[in-house]
């Protein structure tokens, strides 16, 4: 089992919807958890932090964390095409000193 | 968020050549780096964690004889690609965090493209 797993996707949404981007994750005992967004031949961006259980809304994107089920999500509003893009999600184990884990990506398509 | 610069942004070479990359972080305190490698298409995957003044952590498959990191200060890190061949050719992007605790965030730098001839 991989220890943190998204759908490759590609997720296509048309502009103006709701894109829902999902993630698990293995380790129990996870604190932090990232979504960052790469533009193709571009490096990762930070775009969402989350800590503890509930929702976090930062402009037209929220997190949502559920500890006991292990899943983080991203919603975007409003999608744009220029949301289009892969998104990683990032989980920070209890163990493993300071290493981030990566999922391998959603690929997220707003279509115009 | 905290800004992270690389240098070069790409760099082509002759094969057998070697290849210094430096990643700098420029408004916060790095006490670990990281630096992944991203094939086309593919997820990153992680190479090394490096902590200021002490020896990298490279992950299982890495040759840390060919790549070659050191970390000599809080605000810079260095990944040198030694006697590079074509199939080194690929997206190298360094990350620094500040590592206080569990929060601990990571800010990528803009990626290396390295093209071995």
């Known amino acids: 089992q991989k220890e943190v797993e998204q759908n490759s996707g590609p997720l296509s949404v048309p502009e103006g919807a709701i894109a829902s981007l999902n993630c698990t994750y293995s380790?129990?005992?996870?604190?932090?958890f990232f979504w960052y967004r790469q533009y193709s031949g571009k490096s990762p961006e930070l775009i969402m932090s989350?800590?503890?259980?509930g929702d976090k809304e930062d402009g037209r994107f929220t997190a949502q964390l559920n500890k006991a089920s292990q899943y983080v999500s991203l919603l975007i509003r409003d999608s744009q095409p220029s949301d289009s893009a892969t998104y990683l999600c990032?989980?920070?184990?209890?163990?493993?000193?300071?290493?981030?884990?990566f999922g391998a990506g959603t690929r997220l398509f707003v279509k115009a | 968020g905290a800004v992270v610069s690389q240098h070069p942004s790409r760099v082509i070479c002759k094969s057998g050549t070697s290849v210094k990359i430096e990643c700098r972080s420029l408004?916060?305190?790095?006490?670990?780096m990281f630096w992944y490698r991203q094939f086309p298409k593919q997820s990153l995957m992680l190479m090394a964690t490096?902590?200021?003044?002490?020896?990298?952590?490279?992950e299982q498959g890495v040759e840390k004889d060919k790549f070659l990191i050191n970390h000599a200060s809080l605000t810079l890190s260095t990944l040198t690609v030694t006697s590079a061949h074509p199939e080194d050719s690929s997206f190298y992007i360094c990350?620094?965090?500040?590592?206080?605790?569990?929060?601990?965030?990571?800010?990528f730098g803009p990626g290396t493209r390295l093209t071995v001839l």
């Open positions: 380790d129990r005992g996870s604190q932090s």
């Open positions: 408004d916060f305190q790095a006490t670990t």
């Open positions: 490096s902590n200021e003044g002490s020896k990298a952590t490279y």
């Open positions: 989350i800590y503890s259980n």
């Open positions: 990350s620094a965090s500040s590592g206080q605790g569990p929060r601990n965030e990571q800010f």
């Open positions: 990032a989980v920070s184990p209890l163990t493993g000193g300071f290493k981030t884990i």
